[in-house]
């Protein structure tokens, strides 16, 4: 039954752990439209407040070019080749641009085509969707990898666990066949034989569901700063508390609907006897 409820619990678990892994890789891409080198700090913010209204933008970052070349200063600070050529221009060749971040990596093209109408040429120098789409593709790809795998495992969790509870029932039938004879033969009720069984059923549940939150609350303790040192974006500690209280009912509604359904197949397959 523990064996049972853990699996449950898993699978519980790897959806909010799917989602935070899928949200970190796509919050690692976007897409930058540079803007011309004479458009007005007002038309700009009446650009982002528009471009902010298409339901596929998440986020907007606008980036000025004092903005973008104190960036690039910094990034490459210990390489004076570079450094030493943009003080040869003699002024600041960049462009003003918007990092605009979309929901999910399959919808950066209606942003772009958003962008490529006619109301913005006035405004746009280039977008850098087509140079950076390989990158999102493959974004769009392991996102869909992620989601495929989670389901696969949900799959195989699941007969898992049905397998494991059939031969729960199995074992309850087994071991209950010679007590319920007897009862039917000294001419008990049926519902005087199905009472212990259910009420057994559900102490069983109810425990093997108790050891298995603190099994899971224990481990996610204690392996949650392990799992961080590798992937620093999955807190399964912060996922257990915020699932806490649902998990709880999860693994209490499993423990006790088990042990139920074990006990009435176990009683109902020997009361004829």
Avoid at 42 to 64: N, R, W
Avoid at 91 to 110: D, G, K, T
Avoid at 160 to 179: D, P, Q, Y
Wanted: glycine share 4%; proline share 3%; hydrophobic share 50%.
């Amino acid at each position: 039954m523990i064996i049972v409820i853990f699996l449950v619990t898993m699978l519980f678990l790897l959806k909010p752990v799917s989602e935070i892994l899928i949200s970190e890789v796509e919050k690692k891409v976007d897409i930058s439209v540079y803007l011309k080198e004479d458009v007005a700090a007002e038309q700009i913010m009446e650009f982002k407040s528009e471009l902010s209204k298409i339901p596929e933008v998440k986020e907007i970052d606008y980036v000025s070019k004092e903005q973008a070349l104190e960036t690039f200063i910094e990034t490459h600070k210990n390489d004076p080749v570079l450094i030493e050529s943009l003080t040869e221009v003699g002024y600041n060749p960049f462009l003003a641009f918007l990092n605009v971040r979309a929901w999910e990596a399959s919808q950066y093209e209606q942003v772009t085509n958003f962008l490529e109408g006619d109301s913005f040429q006035s405004l746009i120098d280039k977008v850098d969707y087509y140079q950076r789409k390989p990158v999102i593709e493959k974004v769009f790809v392991l996102a869909n990898g992620i989601n495929r795998i989670g389901f696969f495992l949900g799959v195989i969790f699941g007969a898992i666990a049905v397998l494991i509870s059939f031969n729960t029932v199995r074992i309850a039938i087994h071991s209950s066949k010679e007590e319920i004879s007897i009862m039917r033969l000294v001419g008990a009720s049926n519902w005087f034989i199905r009472g212990p069984f259910l009420v057994q059923g559900i102490i069983v549940g109810f425990i093997a569901a108790i050891i298995t939150f603190l099994i899971a609350f224990i481990s996610s303790y204690f392996l949650s700063p392990k799992i961080m040192s590798l992937a620093p974006e999955i807190n399964l500690w912060e996922v257990l508390i915020n699932n806490l209280v649902i998990l709880f009912l999860v693994q209490l509604a499993t423990g006790i609907g088990l042990g139920i359904i074990s006990s009435c197949l176990a009683v109902r397959k020997y009361l004829k006897v």
